[in-house]
């Protein structure tokens, strides 16, 4: 059974940093692309940064220059580094493979809230 667990949220004020962490289960982690994505009072959820098994990233347009993810294959975990947030980066972020299986499962995410 695949399982991801979410921690690192929390609140912050606008231009503050944080770092957050998805430990995963289940799958053969170190051969997945992997993705972070996050889901805003009203709106869709949305891939916000992958990471190829081989190094490569994307993000989006959103966060480019400010996000970085990483991976740590021996812990079966990645991280989303978060620099200079906005109150529009405020969401419930979560981890996936990216592209998602079919009937992809999701944890509990993790809450980042940016407000002055």
């Known amino acids: 059974q695949v399982q991801f667990v979410e921690s690192g949220g929390g609140l912050v004020q606008p231009g503050e940093s944080l770092t957050l962490a998805c430990a995963g289960s289940?799958?053969?982690?170190?051969?997945?692309?992997m993705g972070w994505y996050r889901q805003a009072p009203g709106k869709q959820r949305e891939l916000v940064a992958s990471?190829?098994?081989?190094?490569?990233?994307n993000y989006a347009d959103s966060v480019k220059g400010r996000f970085t993810m990483s991976r740590s294959n021996a812990k079966n975990t990645v991280y989303l580094q978060m620099n200079s947030l906005k109150p529009e980066d405020t969401a419930v972020y979560y981890c996936n493979t990216a592209p998602l299986l079919r009937a992809p499962s999701w944890g509990q995410g993790t809450q980042v809230t940016v407000s002055s």
């Open positions: 990471l190829s098994s081989r190094g490569r990233t």
């Open positions: 289940g799958i053969i982690f170190s051969i997945q692309t």
